[in-house]
């Protein structure tokens, strides 16, 4: 295991932090910016010599500027299959990117609240995650990074439609905003298919956990929006503000009627998720994920007082397999890591 991405017990990262506004609903907000540098072709064109002097050129650039006392940057190519999957699963690299080969790299801030993919779909992806809703604070932020980017990096861009990027759903303002969400009240109640529909009908994508390509598991959704070309920054972060709020909305009304009209079936899901994760001795990364979905619920509505939101979400990245292998000092098998992985959970619920 590689020093400069240690995996330390209770650092998930500052957008984890159980903070902000609708944090009993909204994990996190992510904006991500898709930018490419002018005279290279698009990632999909470059051989494996241009991605290397592509990214050399990324590097030599951004090396000067400091967008947080705690960033570093990586060569992914230089580092193993763990410390990639670290940074996928702590959001700061896409599954694209950690399991690609060739050229590639990141600059991250330690804090995990920052990163700069290179070499990824498009030469570079700049993303700022947040905790609970805060789109609007954050997208400052990322004008203010992007800003002193240009400055140093000579943007592909057209004077009428905007930044170039190599999917077309991207181009013009080149960015996405998004919302990871928990919604394990609509999901109970098939209500969900509802929200994205509404989602759908407003040009917005609904994705797993882990962004595109994954799977839905324990409740969480990704909503972002899926086209930029003709749209303005404001337009999109609107269309996001206008169905967002409408599904917290939704989901704290649900969560309302069905406590009411069922609430022995919901504390008996919520304290059975407490006593598993408290006494497991051993539990797959999905099964802690779904659990940790039920026991947040209780939290969120005043059923459990001896666990905090945030250990919780900090839980839903810390027992990821990735993570769970750093903090051992040998390499483990799956079942081993399941071990682990329960013995953890014990420790930071006070079990052990």
Same mark, same amino acid.
């Given at each position: 295991?590689?020093?400069?991405?240690?995996?330390?017990?209770?650092?998930?990262?500052?957008?984890?932090?159980?903070?902000?506004?609708?944090?009993?609903?909204?994990?996190?907000?992510?904006?991500?910016?898709?930018?490419?540098?002018?005279?290279?072709?698009?990632?999909?064109?470059?051989?494996?010599?241009?991605?290397?002097?592509?990214?050399?050129?990324?590097?030599?650039?951004?090396?000067?500027?400091?967008?947080?006392?705690?960033?570093?940057?990586?060569?992914?190519?230089?580092?193993?299959?763990?410390?990639?999957?670290?940074?996928?699963?702590?959001?700061?690299?896409?599954?694209?990117?950690?399991?690609?080969?060739?050229?590639?790299?990141?600059?991250?801030?330690?804090?995990?609240?920052?990163?700069?993919?290179?070499?990824?779909?498009?030469?570079?992806?700049?993303?700022?995650?947040?905790?609970?809703q805060t789109l609007s604070e954050i997208l400052r932020?990322?004008?203010?990074?992007?800003?002193?980017?240009?400055?140093?990096?000579?943007?592909?861009?057209?004077?009428?439609?905007?930044?170039?990027?190599?999917?077309?759903? %991207?181009?013009? *303002?080149?960015? $996405?905003?998004?919302?990871? =969400?928990?919604?394990?009240? @609509?999901?109970?109640?098939? &209500? #969900?298919?509802?929200?994205?529909?509404?989602?759908?009908?407003?040009k917005l994508a609904v994705r797993g956990f882990y962004?595109?390509?994954?799977?839905?598991?324990?409740?969480?959704?990704?909503?972002? %929006?899926?086209? *930029?070309?003709? $749209?303005?920054?404001?337009? =999109?972060?609107?269309?996001? @503000?206008?169905?967002?709020? &409408? #599904?917290?909305?939704?989901?704290?009304?649900?969560?309302?009627?069905?406590?009411?009209?069922?609430?022995?079936?919901?504390?008996?899901?919520?304290?059975?998720?407490?006593?598993?994760?408290?006494?497991?001795?051993?539990?797959?990364?999905?099964?802690?994920?779904? =659990?940790?979905?039920?026991?947040?619920?209780?939290?969120?509505?005043?059923?459990?007082?001896?666990?905090?939101?945030?250990?919780?979400?900090?839980?839903?990245?810390?027992?990821?397999?990735?993570?769970?292998?750093?903090?051992?000092?040998?390499?483990?098998?799956?079942?081993?890591?399941?071990?682990?992985?329960?013995?953890?959970?014990?420790?930071?619920?006070?079990?052990?």
């Amino acid at each position: 295991m590689n020093d400069h991405f240690a995996a330390s017990p209770g650092d998930a990262g500052s957008w984890m932090a159980a903070e902000g506004e609708d944090r009993d609903v909204i994990i996190t907000s992510r904006i991500r910016l898709a930018r490419n540098v002018n005279d290279f072709p698009f990632k999909a064109r470059l051989s494996t010599d241009e991605c290397r002097r592509l990214q050399e050129h990324v590097h030599e650039k951004l090396s000067p500027l400091r967008f947080a006392d705690d960033q570093v940057y990586v060569d992914l190519e230089e580092v193993d299959l763990l410390d990639r999957e670290l940074l996928l699963e702590s959001h700061l690299i896409s599954m694209e990117l950690a399991r690609a080969d060739g050229p590639r790299g990141v600059v991250y801030s330690r804090r995990r609240h920052l990163s700069i993919m290179v070499n990824e779909e498009d030469h570079l992806r700049v993303q700022l995650l947040g905790p609970g809703q805060t789109l609007s604070e954050i997208l400052r932020e990322i004008e203010q990074i992007d800003q002193a980017i240009s400055e140093n990096v000579d943007y592909a861009a057209h004077s009428r439609f905007g930044y170039l990027t190599s999917c077309p759903t %991207n181009v013009g *303002t080149g960015l $996405r905003f998004s919302v990871m =969400l928990h919604l394990p009240a @609509l999901v109970t109640t098939k &209500e #969900i298919d509802k929200e994205f529909n509404a989602a759908q009908k407003m040009k917005l994508a609904v994705r797993g956990f882990y962004g595109e390509g994954a799977s839905f598991v324990g409740d969480f959704f990704q909503v972002s %929006n899926q086209v *930029t070309l003709g $749209r303005s920054v404001e337009d =999109l972060l609107q269309d996001l @503000l206008k169905v967002v709020p &409408e #599904i917290v909305k939704h989901e704290r009304s649900v969560r309302s009627l069905i406590l009411k009209d069922h609430r022995n079936e919901i504390e008996d899901k919520v304290y059975r998720a407490l006593g598993l994760l408290r006494h497991a001795r051993k539990i797959s990364s999905q099964e802690a994920l779904e =659990l940790l979905s039920q026991l947040r619920l209780g939290v969120c509505v005043g059923m459990v007082d001896t666990v905090d939101l945030k250990s919780i979400n900090e839980l839903l990245v810390l027992t990821q397999p990735a993570h769970v292998q750093a903090m051992e000092t040998k390499d483990l098998s799956e079942e081993e890591r399941d071990v682990a992985r329960a013995r953890y959970v014990r420790q930071r619920l006070g079990a052990e």
